[in-house]
């Protein structure tokens, strides 16, 4: 017999189990499926975000910070140490008691939600009266049927073409999360966000990094002058970025990986490396959710087509997060789906994609909001800029770490703010006063004239702000 519900989501990362959440609090009878499963077996709801992402990814770069803080910067403290050991297996542990924190509280979060929870692969099985029929494929196999389905399957590491991930040399996130040791030479195919933050996890542990873009520029969605400042960054630290490169062949064997590429000046070269990691996008997941069984409408890249309020072309079927248009982002997911269970309650959720802040979480860390300083030439805005570099501000000095500055972007009549770019100290957390002010449609003179703490790290942020009007106070 099929259980009845009211709302069922089909995947319990970001998108999903917010969604379930708040289906669940604006009255209805919810289930989320979800198959992701930890080292017992068990039950490991979050998604890529959690278990091979975003949070694991965390854990390991504040374990590698401080262990580089350990070896390089203690002693500018006043604080010896003598031999700096580390412990891998406990590092990795840690990291994996993490991720299991945020496992459990997802399914406490269930449970204190009324959300019925169902561990396995939910699958389109056909239309019926009034909702859709679900199929549960896992331990227990069940049948669920629905009024409403919303699809937050998420996305997989794209592989290279005739390269397949083996999680032993050959790496995507999953394998990069979870090598047992410090690899000598590591190669990494892609500088965006997980190529540079876990080629910085593996750097600061002791690897010799090489990492192989295949585009010219350095992060080009990023401004062009924080890229430029953190690409100076990586440098000093060590971490090898080549830029237009061409990869060619690449041969996995039991010793390790060669990778053979051709550089920006066209002549042809070879790294032999201990591991690869392949980072170069990620794809939509709807392996094994038989869209074409229902005919739900797929894109050419395999994402499910929605309108701007993420209704698919099937009455009463909605998709959030990676797996439709839009970054990638477990925050946009979580945006998304709180949108759609407020929209399937007669609501009218709201997410502005202008305002949704992107972070790389490398040291400096990268944050930005809005349009870059290309993107409003290419328009042909009219626009002021202001910067504020770390080194003028004295918490970063007392913290010992004044790389960077804050970059304000402002319209040239109405002073209204059109991005905020950091790269610096804490860019992840100070970013979110720009997401709030450009919100409410704040100019740069708002922020300007708003008391910040003394002393802050964010007092870059007031000061980029009244550079805008060239009038900075402590630069």
């Known amino acids: ?246 990869v060619g062949e690449i041969k996995n064997a039991k010793k390790g990986v060669s990778v053979a590429y051709t550089n920006a000046k066209g002549e042809a070269q070879t790294l032999d490396a201990d591991k690869l990691i392949v980072s170069i996008g990620r794809v939509p997941n709807t392996i094994g959710l038989n869209a074409e069984g229902v005919g739900l409408q797929l894109d050419e890249r395999g994402a499910i087509v929605v309108d701007g309020d993420c209704r698919t072309n099937l009455p009463g079927v909605w998709a959030v997060g990676d797996v439709v248009r839009g970054p990638m982002l477990a925050h946009k997911a979580e945006e998304e789906g709180v949108a759609v269970a407020e929209r399937i309650a007669g609501q009218h959720g709201h997410v502005n994609f202008n305002t949704i802040p992107w972070v790389i979480y490398t040291s400096p860390e990268i944050a930005w909001v809005g349009e870059t300083e290309q993107q409003l030439k290419a328009r042909g805005a009219a626009y002021k800029a202001g910067t504020f570099p770390f080194l003028a501000n004295g918490r970063a000095r007392a913290l010992g770490d004044t790389t960077g500055m804050v970059k304000f972007l402002a319209d040239a009549a109405t002073d209204e703010i059109l991005g905020v770019h950091i790269v610096g100290p804490m860019a992840s957390e100070l970013i979110a006063e720009a997401v709030v002010a450009m919100e409410f449609k704040a100019s740069a003179e708002d922020i300007a004239r708003i008391c910040h703490a003394h002393p802050s790290l964010s007092e870059a942020t007031k000061e980029a702000a009244l550079a805008v009007d060239k009038r900075t106070l402590n630069f």
């Open 1 to 246: 017999m099929s259980q009845q519900f009211d709302v069922i989501v089909i995947g319990g990362g970001p998108g999903g189990y917010i969604a379930a959440i708040r289906a669940a609090q604006l009255g209805f009878k919810v289930a989320c499926i979800d198959e992701w499963k930890n080292a017992a077996g068990g039950p490991a709801p979050g998604g890529t975000c959690t278990n091979v992402g975003c949070i694991p990814s965390k854990a390991l770069l504040q374990s590698s910070e401080h262990f580089e803080h350990a070896n390089l910067h203690f002693a500018d403290h006043g604080i010896n140490v003598g031999s700096v050991k580390l412990d891998t297996a406990k590092m990795i542990a840690r990291k994996d008691a993490v991720v299991k924190q945020n496992n459990d509280g997802i399914l406490y979060l269930f449970k204190k939600n009324k959300v019925s929870f169902f561990h396995g692969r939910g699958s389109f099985v056909k239309a019926v009266d009034g909702g859709y029929e679900i199929a549960v494929k896992g331990a227990k196999d069940d049948t669920l049927t629905g009024k409403q389905v919303i699809v937050a399957t998420g996305s997989n590491a794209r592989a290279l073409p005739g390269v397949a991930f083996d999680e032993e040399n050959i790496l995507s996130n999953d394998g990069a999360l979870r090598l047992g040791a410090v690899p000598k030479k590591l190669v990494l195919i892609g500088s965006g966000v997980i190529g540079l933050e876990m080629g910085s996890v593996w750097r600061r542990l002791g690897a010799e990094v090489t990492v192989l873009e295949a585009l010219p520029t350095f992060l080009g969605a990023v401004d062009e002058q924080i890229a430029k400042e953190a690409k100076k960054a990586f440098d000093k630290q060590g971490l090898k970025i080549e830029l237009g490169v061409k």
